[in-house]
């Protein structure tokens, strides 16, 4: 049997960093959120700090994302450091899922990995209103500024997304399952991935 990889995209709010976590402990496999930025800045040799400021961001042509000192390094003079980042991630992600069982989330890995024998892809979303809730109190912040929040980081992920796949996020047709966490029990989700990744040959 091959490696069997389950790839997860989420609206921001829908708690889908909370369901691929749980979902590792379940399977006994890893998963991949933000220690991949880690793992880029170790091969490029850049601050996590730096990193997190552009992952699963678009680069903005009118200014640089990160501090100067650091995107005005000759070897990153010419690309933003957005698509340092971005590239560097996909060649992990591919390594990846070449070496082991595992969970990825976002960073365009559905369409990095498109195509590979044993890759299963999920969107998980919720309706709007239910989202606001959850990052009210997961922020402790209140309705006016989770709304915009969500906006806010909706937009970078879509941004990123189309700009590096040239292919719409929200597009709930290219991924094999879509899961709206606003009306499942959290319970239930984990059951129907957990049997898709038991599928999996």
Request: hydrophobic share 35%; aromatic share 10%; with cysteine.
């Amino acid at each position: 049997m091959g490696r069997r990889v389950i790839t997860i995209g989420r609206q921001y709010g829908s708690n889908g960093h909370d369901i691929a976590k749980k979902l590792s402990q379940r399977l006994g496999i890893h998963y991949y959120d933000k220690e991949l930025i880690k793992i880029a800045g170790e091969r490029q040799h850049i601050s996590y700090e730096e990193l997190l400021k552009v992952d699963e961001k678009r680069a903005n042509p009118w200014r640089y994302p990160v501090e100067d000192e650091v995107q005005m390094e000759r070897k990153f003079r010419f690309e933003p450091m957005n698509d340092v980042l971005f590239y560097t991630q996909a060649e992990i992600i591919k390594g990846l899922a070449e070496k082991e069982d595992c969970i990825i989330v976002g960073r365009c890995a559905d369409e990095i990995l498109k195509g590979k024998k044993g890759c299963r892809s999920v969107f998980i979303h919720a309706p709007f209103e239910k989202r606001v809730e959850r990052i009210m109190e997961r922020a402790s912040i209140d309705e006016r500024e989770a709304a915009a929040l969500i906006k806010k980081i909706d937009k970078q992920r879509r941004y990123y997304y189309n700009y590096f796949t040239d292919k719409k996020w929200e597009d709930m047709t290219q991924y094999d399952i879509c899961l709206d966490s606003g009306s499942m029990p959290e319970e239930q989700i984990l059951d129907v991935l957990a049997a898709l990744y038991e599928s999996i040959l």
